[in-house]
T-cell receptor, first 117, second 111 residues
Framework: GAVVSQHPSWVICKSGTSVKIECRSL??????MFWYRQFPKQSLMLMAT?????????EQGVEKDKFLINHASLTLSTLTVTSAHPEDSSFYIC?????????????FGPGTRLTVL | DAKTTQPPSMDCAEGRAANLPCNHS???????VYWYRQIHSQGPQYIIH???NNETNEMASLIITEDRKSSTLILPHATLRDTAVYYC????????????FGPGTRLSVLP
């Protein structure tokens, strides 16, 4: 099946710094990628929908100026957490849809665990 | 997307079949039933999906009731590695549609 990778798999940073997380579709092209956040013992919550070549669509309550999303190519989307604070510590997961595949197939990355000290 | 209801947790003995139920009484005619699972600290893993017919693959079987208001995921021979949170999701097969995750069922496979 199609593979989605994330980098880094985990990161620890100081409060106030910015962290960039990459999401790559390794063997397929993805016009649309999704970014989710998951706090401990909770389910995944959609943060934003990332569209190649256009602005991301953010879910209600997600600050677009804090969580910057760039989808510059059909295989790469990045999420930058700007001025990170301890409350941003979470598990961030991306998913991607195969441009040439069936509309009902979506593939998830392994996740990135962010810890803000 | 239609909402789903799943039991919060279930136990299953190793080697036995695990039957995970899901209620989706408000499902629309064009919505599929998907099952994903998430092992601790990993991304969700696709298991199976179906529209109205029962489906089977190398991982599991999906039984959908005739009225499509509920379904059951069956892991025929559960192993310890099947311990995970299982999510039942219903959604249309649209390219731009994301998956809406509920709390899922935490399955514990016991030795």
């Amino acid at each position: 099946g199609a593979v989605v990778s994330q980098h880094p798999s985990w990161v620890i940073c100081k409060s106030g710094t910015s962290v960039k997380i990459e999401c790559r579709s390794l063997d397929f092209q993805a016009t649309t990628m999704f970014w989710y956040r998951q706090f401990p013992k909770q389910s995944l919550m959609l943060m934003a929908t990332s569209n190649e070549g256009s602005k991301a669509t953010y879910e209600q309550g997600v600050e677009k100026d804090k969580f910057l999303i760039n989808h510059a190519s059909l295989t790469l989307s990045t999420l930058t957490v700007t001025s990170a604070h301890p409350e941003d510590s979470s598990f961030y997961i991306c998913s991607a849809r195969d441009l040439d595949g069936r509309a009902n197939e979506q593939f998830f990355g392994p996740g990135t665990r962010l810890t803000v000290l | 997307d239609a909402k789903t209801t799943q039991p919060p947790s279930m136990d299953c003995a190793e080697g036995r079949a695990a039957n995970l139920p899901c209620n989706h009484s408000t499902i629309s005619g064009n919505e599929y039933v998907y099952w994903y699972r998430q092992i601790h600290s990993q991304g969700p893993q696709y298991i199976i999906h179906g529209l109205k017919n029962n489906e089977t693959n190398e991982m599991a079987s999906l039984i959908i009731t005739e009225d499509r208001k509920s379904s059951t995921l069956i892991l025929p021979h559960a192993t310890l590695r099947d311990t995970a949170v299982y999510y039942c999701i219903v959604r249309v097969a649209s390219y731009g549609q994301n998956f809406v995750f509920g709390p899922g069922t935490r399955l514990s496979v016991l030795p």
